[in-house]
């Protein structure tokens, strides 16, 4: 774990730490070296005649404000790719809020690396980062106590999420997510698990998700995460798409796209990080998580191109596609999410669900797509103080033809090929009741961060939800 504290006078910071500052901070100590570096107009760094520190680094006051591209971040990861010290000390004295949650969600989120899994030799002596030192004035110390408690927490449940997403899929089953998350909601009394297996699956009438599913020899699960802060009072649902592998099914994905598609479960490991994060911050609120967990698998009983599934709602759908298996999962998730609680507060899903929404949006904003006003704009409103931005995509009844289908309800996939994202929210609209406030959260692009051409779990969209929720039930 990484742990933290504040400072308000450089001498109180371990020695031979990693000084991060501000080119211009007024508390840095006046010496040739710190003159000669306040010189470069860019990063100035260096980790020699810098005693007391390990290494000092001033960063362009214009990046501590910049929170829209990450300007600070950027600078920072290729500093701290192989850290110097285990002790960060971050100049906190003049720094954009929103900027300074994405640094601190950032620098916690050390915890994890891939060679935690365990799967590859690394150097077990290497340097980590182990402890945040925060450089500031006395009158912000108990503004940014607050702020660092709450990224810290956040970034456990980000690591939680990552960790589970990270793990190769040959692990990562269905009910691999289901034991794991047992175990991770052990840690808390509030939070309560409910499974269901895939004979209740098909007795409770989950018709496309057992559809999605019972190709595999991993069979599917349904996974849901009861937590009440408090004794009554309405019950906000998140659903997390948790295929945990996706080869296309019979509509098979080539060997290139099928590279990442562990990841496919992002939706559902955030969902659980979501709720160990609300659990740790003991929030005043009841919310249930639904993971819907399955291998979209090839082989004689994988789901066939024609198939008409019913959903629990009694909806049927032709799978006229299965390689879009993830819209099938959520619909399902949905509807057994509304029966469950008709008197939702909100239910939010979120999915690695179209490539589509990346063509739109790119990687750094989540998809938006709801009818409810009131949550766009909460959502929107949250995105941009978090720092974990979404963008709004059209979602009415111009969409209907893309889920029109001759034999079923509705079809899974348009035959057009338009408006891709779109059309598959607007499939999953039919699956919430109209008085739940419901909103989908397309996290293709947002659920992995992608380096030098590797790709690696996220963890968003949990910052941008917890923020929502903290306004929320504020």
Same mark, same amino acid.
């Given at each position: 774990m990484i742990?933290?504290?504040?400072?308000? =006078?450089?001498?109180?910071?371990?020695?031979?730490?990693?000084?991060? &500052?501000?080119?211009?901070?007024?508390?840095?100590?006046?010496?040739?070296?710190?003159?000669?570096?306040?010189?470069?107009?860019?990063?100035?760094?260096?980790?020699?005649?810098?005693?007391?520190?390990?290494?000092?680094?001033?960063?362009?006051?214009?990046?501590w404000q910049d929170s829209l591209t990450e300007g600070l971040l950027t600078a920072l990861r290729p500093l701290l790719a192989s850290p110097v010290s285990a002790n960060v000390v971050l100049d906190a004295t003049e720094i954009d809020d929103v900027v300074l949650t994405q640094v601190l969600r950032f620098l916690f989120n050390q915890a994890h690396r891939l060679s935690d899994l365990q799967l590859k030799k690394s150097d077990e002596t290497a340097v980590r980062l182990r402890h945040i030192t925060a450089l500031c004035r006395p009158e912000q110390q108990q503004r940014l106590e607050t702020i660092f408690h709450?990224?810290?927490?956040?970034?456990?449940?980000?690591?939680?999420?990552?960790?589970? &997403?990270? =793990?190769?899929?040959d692990r990562c089953t269905p009910?691999?997510?289901?034991?794991?998350?047992?175990?991770?909601?052990?840690?808390?009394?509030?939070? %309560?698990?409910?499974?269901?297996?895939?004979? %209740?699956?098909?007795?409770?009438?989950?018709?496309?998700?057992?559809?999605?599913?019972?190709?595999?020899?991993?069979?599917?699960?349904?996974?849901?995460?009861?937590?009440?802060?408090?004794?009554?009072?309405?019950?906000?649902?998140?659903?997390?798409?948790?295929?945990?592998?996706? =080869?296309?099914?019979?509509?098979?994905?080539?060997?290139a796209g099928m590279y990442t598609m562990k990841y496919d479960m992002c939706g559902a490991a955030n969902v659980l990080g979501l709720m160990l994060t609300v659990a740790e911050l003991g929030l005043p609120v009841r919310?249930?998580?639904?993971?819907?967990?399955?291998?979209?698998?090839?082989?004689?009983?994988?789901? %066939?191109?024609? =198939?008409?599934?019913?959903?629990?709602?009694?909806?049927?759908?032709?799978?006229?596609?299965?390689?879009?298996?993830?819209?099938?999962?959520?619909?399902?998730?949905?509807?057994?999410?509304? %029966?469950?609680?008709?008197?939702?507060?909100?239910?939010?899903?979120?999915?690695?669900?179209?490539?589509?929404?990346?063509?739109?949006?790119?990687y750094e904003l989540s998809g938006l797509m709801t009818q409810d006003e009131p949550l766009r704009q909460a959502l929107t409103s949250a995105g941009q103080q978090s720092g974990d931005e979404v963008w709004s995509l059209p979602l009415d009844a111009r969409l209907k033809k893309q889920t029109d289908s001759a034999i079923a309800d509705l079809c899974n996939t348009p035959t057009n090929n338009a408006a891709i994202s779109a059309s598959a929210a607007w499939l999953l609209h039919y699956f919430?009741?109209?008085?739940?406030?419901?909103?989908?959260?397309?996290?293709?692009?947002?659920?992995?961060?992608?380096?030098?051409?590797?790709?690696?779990?996220?963890?968003r969209p949990?910052?941008?939800?917890?923020?929502?929720?903290?306004?929320?039930?504020?």
């Open positions: 742990t933290w504290q504040l400072i308000t =006078t450089l001498s109180d910071a371990q020695p031979q730490s990693h000084l991060i &500052a501000r080119t211009t901070s007024t508390l840095l100590p006046e010496t040739a070296l710190i003159a000669e570096m306040r010189e470069q107009k860019t990063v100035a760094d260096t980790r020699f005649g810098c005693a007391p520190f390990a290494r000092v680094t001033l960063l362009p006051d214009t990046l709450q990224q810290q927490v956040i970034a456990r449940g980000m690591v939680a999420a990552r960790r589970l &997403a990270d =793990t190769p899929s009910q691999f997510v289901v034991e794991e998350a047992k175990k991770l909601c052990g840690a808390f009394p509030a939070l %309560q698990c409910e499974i269901l297996d895939e004979k %209740q699956i098909v007795a409770q009438g989950l018709g496309l998700l057992h559809a999605v599913g019972k190709g595999a020899s991993s069979p599917p699960r349904l996974l849901a995460i009861h937590y009440n802060g408090v004794d009554d009072g309405p019950v906000r649902c998140y659903v997390g798409k948790g295929i945990t592998f996706d =080869t296309g099914g019979l509509w098979l994905k080539e060997g919310i249930m998580g639904v993971l819907a967990l399955a291998e979209n698998a090839i082989g004689p009983d994988a789901m %066939q191109p024609g =198939t008409v599934a019913r959903a629990c709602n009694g909806l049927t759908v032709e799978i006229n596609n299965t390689d879009a298996e993830g819209r099938l999962v959520l619909a399902d998730a949905i509807a057994w999410a509304s %029966q469950r609680h008709p008197d939702a507060h909100f239910i939010i899903d979120m999915a690695t669900l179209t490539g589509a929404v990346v063509k739109v949006l790119g919430c009741p109209p008085d739940i406030p419901w909103a989908h959260l397309d996290i293709s692009g947002t659920a992995l961060w992608r380096e030098s051409g590797r790709s690696v779990a996220s963890g949990i910052p941008l939800l917890i923020e929502h929720l903290l306004g929320d039930i504020a």
